[in-house]
C-alpha cells in the first residue's frame, strides 16, 4: 500500500474529518447560533438565464456533491475495466454479499416501519460510505490480511453502484426527456473531448471539458433527474488516462472540502425535545437496519457467496473477517444521508429524525465495527508472531 505525504488522500484523517464535520453540522443545529446558520444555508443564489435558483443547502447536495460522485464513478469504470471487479469470478462473491447487504437492511426497516408513509424510507439504509469504512479499517485492522480490504472494497463499490441506481430511479420527478436529451447530447461531448484531451493535453480543451460538464450538470438538475448522477455520466465516460489524472487531482477537495461541507449541512438537524415511543418508526428502522441489518445481511450472503465461488477465484474468507466487513458495511453516512434527505423531501420533521437515525446508527456500526476488525487483527498478529 503506498504511503501517501498528503493525509487528505489517505484512509483514516478524511474518516476522523468526516465524524468531525458531521458532529459540528449536529452541535450547531442545537445551539442559540442555529438560527443564523439556518439563515445562510436557507440563502439562495441563482444563475441567471438558466431557471436555476438554489439554496446554499442544496447548491452542496446537488452541485458539491456531484464532485464527489464525479470521482466515485471514476473509480468504478475502473474497477470495473481493470480493478477488482473487472471479471465475473472477482466480482461474484462480493456481488452476492452486496445484495445481502442491501436486501437484509430493507426488510429490517420495513418490518420495522411499517407499511405507513415512513416505509418510502426503505433506500436508507443501504448504502456504505466507503471512505469511512476503509478509514475505520486502517485505523483498526493492522495485521489483517489484504484479502479483507479488497473484498471490503468490492462490497463497497457495488453498493455504490445499487445507491446511484436507487438516485436516479426512485427520485426523478416530472421528467423533462428534451433537456434529458440534451443532457446526454453534452455528455457524448464531454467523452469525446476527454479523449481528445488524452491525445494532446491542451489548456483550451481542459476548460472546455470544465465548461460542457457544468452545462451537462445543468441540464441534468433542470431535467427532473438529481443532478449527481450527472457526475455519475461524467465520470463513467471519460477516458482512463485524464480520468486518472482528475480523480488524483480531486481527491484532497473531495475530501477535504466536499464530503466534510456536506456532512456538515447534512447533518444540521436539531434532535427533537421527545420521548423515544414519540420518535418516528423511520428513526428506529434506520438505527437496527445500517448495524444489524448490514451485518447479518453481508454476513450471510458473503458466506453462501464464498461456498459458491467458481473454480480459481480467490481463497474464501473466514467467518469473522466476513462479520468484521459486515459490521464496516453497516456505515452508512454521506449516501445515507442523501438519501434520507430526498426520501423525505417533502416532511422535514420526519426527515430530520431519518438524517438523526442514519447518524446514529452508523455511529454504533462504527463502534462495532472497530471492535470487531481490533479483534480480527489482533487474532491475526498472535497467528503471525507464533509462527515466526
Same mark, same amino acid.
Request: neutral net charge; glycine residues 10%.
Given at each position: 500500500?503506498?504511503?501517501?505525504?498528503?493525509?487528505l488522500?489517505?484512509?483514516?484523517?478524511?474518516?476522523?474529518?468526516?465524524?468531525?464535520?458531521?458532529?459540528?453540522?449536529?452541535?450547531?443545529?442545537?445551539?442559540?447560533?442555529?438560527?443564523?446558520?439556518?439563515?445562510?444555508?436557507?440563502l439562495?443564489?441563482?444563475?441567471?438565464?438558466?431557471?436555476?435558483?438554489?439554496?446554499?443547502?442544496?447548491?452542496?447536495s446537488?452541485?458539491?456533491l456531484?464532485?464527489f460522485f464525479?470521482v466515485?464513478?471514476?473509480e468504478?469504470?475502473?474497477?470495473?475495466?481493470?480493478?477488482?471487479?473487472?471479471?465475473?469470478?472477482?466480482?461474484?462473491?462480493p456481488?452476492?454479499a452486496?445484495?445481502?447487504?442491501?436486501?437484509?437492511?430493507?426488510?429490517?426497516?420495513?418490518l420495522?416501519?411499517?407499511?405507513?408513509?415512513?416505509?418510502?424510507?426503505?433506500?436508507?439504509?443501504?448504502?456504505?460510505?466507503?471512505?469511512?469504512?476503509?478509514?475505520?479499517?486502517a485505523m483498526?485492522?493492522?495485521?489483517?490480511?489484504?484479502?479483507?480490504?479488497?473484498?471490503?472494497?468490492?462490497?463497497?463499490?457495488?453498493d455504490?453502484?445499487?445507491?446511484?441506481?436507487?438516485?436516479?430511479?426512485?427520485?426523478?420527478?416530472?421528467?423533462?426527456w428534451?433537456?434529458?436529451?440534451?443532457a446526454?447530447?453534452?455528455?457524448?461531448?464531454?467523452?469525446?473531448?476527454?479523449?481528445?484531451?488524452s491525445?494532446?493535453?491542451?489548456?483550451?480543451?481542459?476548460?472546455?471539458m470544465?465548461?460542457?460538464?457544468?452545462?451537462?450538470?445543468g441540464?441534468?438538475?433542470?431535467?427532473g433527474?438529481?443532478?449527481?448522477?450527472?457526475?455519475?455520466?461524467?465520470?463513467?465516460?471519460?477516458?482512463?488516462?485524464p480520468?486518472?489524472?482528475?480523480?488524483?487531482?480531486?481527491?484532497?477537495?473531495?475530501n477535504?472540502?466536499? *464530503?466534510p461541507?456536506?456532512? %456538515?449541512? $447534512?447533518?444540521? /438537524?436539531?434532535?427533537?425535545a421527545? @420521548?423515544?415511543?414519540? =420518535? +418516528?418508526? !423511520?428513526?428506529?428502522a434506520?438505527?437496527?437496519?445500517?448495524?444489524?441489518?448490514?451485518?447479518?445481511?453481508?454476513?450471510?450472503?458473503?458466506?453462501?457467496?464464498?461456498?459458491?465461488?467458481p473454480?480459481?477465484?480467490?481463497?474464501?474468507?473466514?467467518f469473522?473477517?466476513?462479520?468484521?466487513?459486515?459490521?464496516?458495511?453497516?456505515?452508512?453516512?454521506?449516501?445515507?444521508?442523501?438519501?434520507?434527505?430526498?426520501?423525505?423531501?417533502?416532511?422535514?420533521?420526519?426527515?430530520?429524525?431519518?438524517i438523526?437515525?442514519?447518524?446514529?446508527?452508523? *455511529?454504533?456500526?462504527?463502534? %462495532?465495527? $472497530?471492535?470487531? /476488525?481490533?479483534?480480527?487483527?489482533r @487474532?491475526?498478529?498472535? =497467528? +503471525?508472531? !507464533?509462527?515466526?
Amino acid at each position: 500500500m503506498r504511503i501517501s505525504a498528503n493525509p487528505l488522500r489517505g484512509q483514516q484523517f478524511p474518516a476522523v474529518l468526516l465524524l468531525l464535520a458531521g458532529g459540528l453540522g449536529l452541535l450547531l443545529a442545537n445551539l442559540p447560533a442555529h438560527d443564523a446558520v439556518a439563515a445562510v444555508l436557507d440563502l439562495h443564489i441563482a444563475v441567471p438565464g438558466t431557471g436555476l435558483d438554489l439554496s446554499i443547502a442544496h447548491w452542496v447536495s446537488d452541485g458539491l456533491l456531484a464532485v464527489f460522485f464525479f470521482v466515485v464513478a471514476i473509480e468504478l469504470r475502473y474497477e470495473l475495466t481493470h480493478g477488482e471487479l473487472d471479471s465475473p469470478r472477482k466480482a461474484l462473491q462480493p456481488a452476492i454479499a452486496a445484495g445481502g447487504g442491501v436486501l437484509v437492511p430493507i426488510v429490517v426497516y420495513l418490518l420495522i416501519a411499517g407499511g405507513d408513509a415512513t416505509a418510502q424510507g426503505w433506500p436508507i439504509p443501504t448504502a456504505t460510505d466507503i471512505a469511512f469504512a476503509l478509514g475505520v479499517l486502517a485505523m483498526f485492522g493492522r495485521g489483517l490480511p489484504s484479502s479483507v480490504r479488497v473484498f471490503l472494497l468490492a462490497l463497497a463499490i457495488l453498493d455504490d453502484i445499487i445507491g446511484i441506481i436507487f438516485i436516479a430511479v426512485l427520485f426523478a420527478h416530472d421528467v423533462q426527456w428534451l433537456l434529458l436529451a440534451l443532457a446526454a447530447v453534452a455528455v457524448a461531448a464531454f467523452a469525446v473531448l476527454s479523449r481528445i484531451a488524452s491525445a494532446r493535453a491542451r489548456p483550451i480543451v481542459v476548460v472546455a471539458m470544465i465548461i460542457v460538464g457544468i452545462v451537462a450538470w445543468g441540464l441534468v438538475a433542470a431535467s427532473g433527474i438529481h443532478a449527481t448522477i450527472a457526475g455519475v455520466l461524467l465520470g463513467l465516460v471519460m477516458a482512463p488516462a485524464p480520468a486518472e489524472r482528475t480523480r488524483h487531482a480531486l481527491e484532497p477537495l473531495v475530501n477535504g472540502v466536499i *464530503l466534510p461541507v456536506f456532512a %456538515l449541512v $447534512a447533518a444540521f /438537524v436539531v434532535i427533537p425535545a421527545l @420521548s423515544p415511543a414519540e =420518535l +418516528s418508526p !423511520a428513526f428506529w428502522a434506520i438505527v437496527v437496519a445500517l448495524p444489524v441489518g448490514k451485518i447479518i445481511g453481508i454476513t450471510l450472503f458473503g458466506w453462501v457467496g464464498m461456498r459458491l465461488r467458481p473454480k480459481g477465484a480467490a481463497p474464501a474468507l473466514p467467518f469473522g473477517d466476513l462479520l468484521a466487513a459486515g459490521a464496516l458495511g453497516g456505515i452508512g453516512f454521506t449516501v445515507s444521508l442523501l438519501l434520507a434527505n430526498l426520501a423525505f423531501a417533502s416532511d422535514t420533521s420526519i426527515r430530520d429524525q431519518a438524517i438523526l437515525g442514519v447518524l446514529v446508527g452508523s *455511529l454504533l456500526a462504527l463502534v %462495532l465495527s $472497530a471492535v470487531l /476488525v481490533s479483534l480480527r487483527a489482533r @487474532s491475526y498478529r498472535r =497467528l +503471525s508472531a !507464533a509462527a515466526s
